[in-house]
């Protein structure tokens, strides 16, 4: 007990999986952020923006997506280091907005249109240690508060730091602390086969770490391309976000009505809210389905992620996880954008929609296996179902059937022929102009059997066909080499 006392907090492995934890739930809410502010940016001189400001705003939502795709890599890595440790890592986050103690009080996350003061909230947070810059109105805790304490203690807990930048620096230090405790060999025992690779994804944080030196390497890259990088540091995410401030500020001075962005809400929440302060409910219809499906989409892609991590790689089903989940990411963003572009509802008549990035209460990994896949197979075919609903016109979303030529039609058609290739070809038969004509079928007479009434053998008659037909069909179907799938629940 002594040695615990004395220790530090970092020799705990338990203690420093934590603190991965929530450096994995602070880039992940980055990451969220900035993609809700590259979609709440309007687009072209249709929506009300001259030639000049269209293609400003075009340039600055390709630096926000890449500035979100980094965070991505940054995620990755962060997640690789806790698999290192022997650790699952954490995919989940706490929802929009965050509670008081997630993070320390300086630092606050929330989902906002991107305008003067969310641009300057993105370059405070990414300022580098010793920085003036100021945090964006708006944007200031709710309270000030501490976390953490001196005492020795085994509970693990958050400590309080001023810019991202330095709670990247304490962890590499906890890390070498507890190296240098333990060695290598037992401190990185994890599996290096279940962590993302590039055999999997092109993102520069996925390089497997299997010893203090990769995992101090990710650590660095985090910090100078990113959280806290030097002011010199011409491609980091603090002089991107500057440079768009720049832009912004000098087509404000031209045109002081200029508006990048819809006025999308802040923390949007798709249900009654037990506590209004600060969120945005979301009640028109069609803004609510659209924010929904983006949900289910973005929680199923946290889902498949946490299965990869689960899988042993390379390997064909993993790397087809991967896949499903960047797949999802990119149909999430066209649902996002479109939900900026949409009512809120009359609570709130003077500001648009937006998604809300709602995590499922526990996105755990799944078990691998068969019934895994299923889980995957049968969410897929939801979305499917709420996508091709979204397409049709809101006054034919509860009816059945589509009138003749209207939107409805035509997607479910597209739909059709996408899923035609999981079908088994159906041989063309022609007839040769000299062949005999084909004599008419004759059907067997049947038998009739003494030893059981005749309304029985008829049902048994009937079942046999039944059975037959659909015996013929799966051997059709497992003969077809297109009608295999590849993401299979068995």
Known sequence: MNDVA????????????????EAAELE????????YAAASLRSGEAEGLSATEAAAVKRWRGVLVD?????????????????ALGASPRIGRANFPLDPGYLPAGITVKLAPLNAETLQHFVFLERPHGSSEPEGAGFACERVYVRGTDRPHLTPM???????????????????????????????GGDPALQLSPEEVN????????????ALAAFTAIVEQGEGAPRDSVNSHYQKFIGIRSELEQLTQKNPAFAPAFPAATNPVLRRPPRPEGRVWIEDADAFATVDLANASYALMLRLIGYAYALRGPGQ????????????????????????????????PHCNAGMSFIVPRDPSPLPPGPAARRLVLERFAQL?????????????????????GSSTSRPRYRHRQRLRWARPPRPRRRAHPQAPPRPPPQRPTPQPQASAPMASSGCAVRRSRSLSRRSAASTRAS????????????
Not at 6 to 21: F, G, K, V, W
């Open 28 to 35: 992940h809410n980055l990451m969220c952020t900035y993609l």
């Open 479 to 490: 003969a077809s080499p297109g009608h295999r799938r590849c993401f299979s629940p068995t």
């Open 6 to 21: 004395t220790a530090s907090p970092y020799e705990q492995r338990e203690i420093l999986i934590n603190a991965l934890y």
């Open 203 to 214: 993102l520069p944080g996925c390089r497997h770490v299997i010893c203090l030196k990769t």
């Open 317 to 348: 089903e993993k790397s087809l996880a991967v896949d499903l989940a960047i797949g999802l990411m990119q149909a999430v963003m066209p649902l996002a954008e479109r939900a900026a572009r949409l009512p809120a509802g009359p609570s709130n």
């Open 384 to 404: 499917a179902t709420a996508g091709a609903a979204l397409r049709r016109p809101t006054s034919c979303r509860g009816s059945r059937h589509a009138p003749r």
């Open 67 to 83: 500035v979100a795709i980094q965070e991505m890599g940054h995620l990755a890595a962060v997640w690789n280091i806790t698999s």
């Open 158 to 188: 958050g400590r309080d730091y001023d810019t991202v930048g330095v709670f990247y620096e304490r962890l590499g230090e906890g890390l070498r602390t507890f190296v240098t405790r333990y060695g290598e060999a037992t401190a990185f």
